[in-house]
């Protein structure tokens, strides 16, 4: 359940090579803006030549794109964005990102909700059509700068967190520690420190209206960036899971609840539940005297990063990346790096279930 994998120690044997690379379909317009070698460029790679079964026997796919910042990788050259940088913006680009110079050092992640519409990365800018408007003349998204740039990681300075309309006492002003959020396109949960947890898993979880139904009205997370704040609703993180027993979660207890929610085995929590406005905590008699609760808990797991990421880091993943469209912009000398925020433009609102 670690969502992190170790490369160092999955990739038993491993070489570096440079190549010329290039996509078949490019075009002319793509073809110039990349080089004068009909749409190649030269990018360095880590091959691996004999992997460990654990984790890469489960995964269907060929290889490992990084897209940190070039502190992130081996050296600047075998970061991809630093690579594609020299290439400047690719030609016939989205609009919306001429008026930033380090356009070309920019990517944007759309992630699908239903099998009605595809995911999509678009690399040298951003496109609006992916964005709902704030206003009816306003297509843009709220950015936020990136702290400690140094180390790699998208982080972002989080301000405060407020879960079923309770601040919590974990980071801000109020609690005198500052926390962080990384942005990772790779994790598929929300996750947070052990510290923290239980309590938002608490404040979290709610009895739905009816037995399954956790895409209605229920508990909101909202995470504080400053210049933007994330809003997650039952429908966009909570999932159903069936409630077998009277123990509270903590620790790693905590971790394998929430990691059930996603489609594990198991049990769960029953006792600290918080009442939600809107929620009937009972739906029917009968339903209360089922000895198997269905609950929505929030797709949370524990992760506690290692320096030098800060002890209070959240990991902002695919709940945060399916309801936002969400930029990277990695700057240049002139430009910070930041990322930006705005609702995602989905051909239907309802989740599947």
């Known amino acids: ?16 090579v ?6 078949a379909a490019t075009s002319v317009e793509m073809s110039k803006a990349l080089s004068a070698r009909t749409g190649c460029l030269d990018l360095q790679f880590v091959i691996a030549t004999a992997m460990s079964e654990d984790p890469f026997i489960n995964f269907a796919f060929d290889g490992i794109l990084g897209l940190g910042l070039p502190n992130l990788s081996q050296t600047p050259a075998f970061n991809f964005l630093h690579a594609i940088g020299p290439a400047k913006t690719y030609e016939g680009q989205p609009h919306d990102v001429q008026e930033h ?20 990365i678009t690399f040298g800018g951003w496109r609006s059509e992916h964005l709902l408007p704030t206003s009816p003349t306003d297509i843009a998204p709220a950015w936020c700068a990136v702290q400690d740039s140094q180390e790699g990681y998208w982080q972002l300075e989080v301000f405060g967190i407020t879960a079923n309309g309770h601040k919590i006492d974990f980071c801000g002003p109020a609690a005198g520690e500052r926390c962080r959020a990384v942005v990772d396109t790779g994790t598929s949960l929300l996750g947070v420190p052990s510290d923290l947890g239980p309590e938002l898993y608490d404040l979290l979880q709610f009895l739905p209206a009816a037995p399954g139904d956790c895409g209605g009205h229920g508990p909101r997370l909202e995470i504080d960036l400053g210049n933007f704040t994330i809003v997650l609703d039952s429908s966009d993180m909570a999932r159903s899971e069936t409630i077998e027993d009277e123990s509270t979660p903590s620790g790693h207890e905590f971790a394998e609840v929430a990691d059930r929610g996603t489609g594990g085995q198991g049990g769960g929590v029953r006792e600290g539940l918080h009442a939600t406005p809107g929620i009937e905590r009972v739906a029917t008699a009968e339903y209360a005297e089922d000895a198997s609760t269905p609950m929505c808990i929030p797709m949370m797991m524990h992760i506690d990063l290692p320096p030098p990421l800060h002890p209070r880091t959240l990991l902002l993943g695919e709940p945060v990346l399916q309801k936002y469209y969400t930029i990277f912009d990695a700057g240049n000398m002139t430009s910070p790096p930041r990322v930006g925020f705005g609702l995602a433009r989905h051909t239907r609102l309802d989740r599947p279930s």
């Open 1 to 16: 359940r670690n969502p992190t994998v170790n490369l160092s120690q999955s990739l038993h044997s491993n070489t570096l």
């Open 18 to 23: 440079n190549e010329e690379v290039s996509d």
């Open 101 to 120: 110079t380090s356009a070309s050092n920019m990517f944007a992640v759309f992630l699908a909700v239903t099998e009605e519409e595809d995911s999509e």
